[in-house]
Every structure is written in structure tokens, then in C-alpha cells.
């Protein structure tokens, strides 16, 4: 999850993985001193500029609403190996 410290779409998505009782790795754009590069790069990579920026064992899976959306739908929990 590349997310922001401040941002309430970030924790969000951070409280739903909390939620689902899964571990996972944060990278807090606005605490890395390269924090502005990587989130260019990750824009390039995904098209997508805003964050949370969400990766599921390697798949993009998108923002908070994405997310959000995958945990209703139960794909995200799929994704997650949590059912089958």
C-alpha cells in the first residue's frame, strides 16, 4: 500500500486490510525522502497519481475505492488467499 500519513482515503484502505486481519507493507510517500519520486513513478506505472496506490502480490489493484469495492465483491479476499 503506497499511501500518505495524512490522507483519509489511505487509512481507509489501511483500516480494511487491519480489518480483514492481513498483514501488509505501507510505504508512507510523504515520509520517504523519495517520496515525490516514487510516487512519479508509481503514476507512470499504474496511470494513476493519487494514493492509496494498491498492490495485491504484485497486481495493481488500484485506489481506496477499488479496494473498497474489491472487499464487497469478496475479490479482494480472493486475491488475499483468504477464501478460495
Known amino acids: 500500500v ?3 500519513s495524512r490522507c483519509g482515503y ?3 484502505t489501511k483500516s480494511l486490510f487491519d480489518s ?6 505501507a510505504v ?4 520517504a525522502a523519495d517520496g515525490a519520486a516514487m510516487q512519479t513513478a508509481l503514476a507512470r506505472l ?3 497519481r493519487t494514493v492509496p496506490n494498491v498492490f495485491v502480490r ?6 481506496n475505492d ?6 464487497l465483491s469478496g475479490e479482494l ?3 488475499l488467499g483468504l477464501t478460495s
Open 10 to 12: 489511505s487509512a481507509r
Open 28 to 31: 508512507e510517500l510523504d515520509k
Open 2 to 4: 503506497y499511501s500518505k
Open 46 to 48: 499504474t496511470k494513476q
Open 66 to 71: 477499488a479496494t473498497q469495492a474489491a472487499a
Open 58 to 63: 504484485g497486481s495493481h489493484l488500484g485506489g
Open 20 to 25: 480483514l486481519g492481513v498483514e501488509y507493507h
Open 77 to 79: 479476499q480472493k486475491m
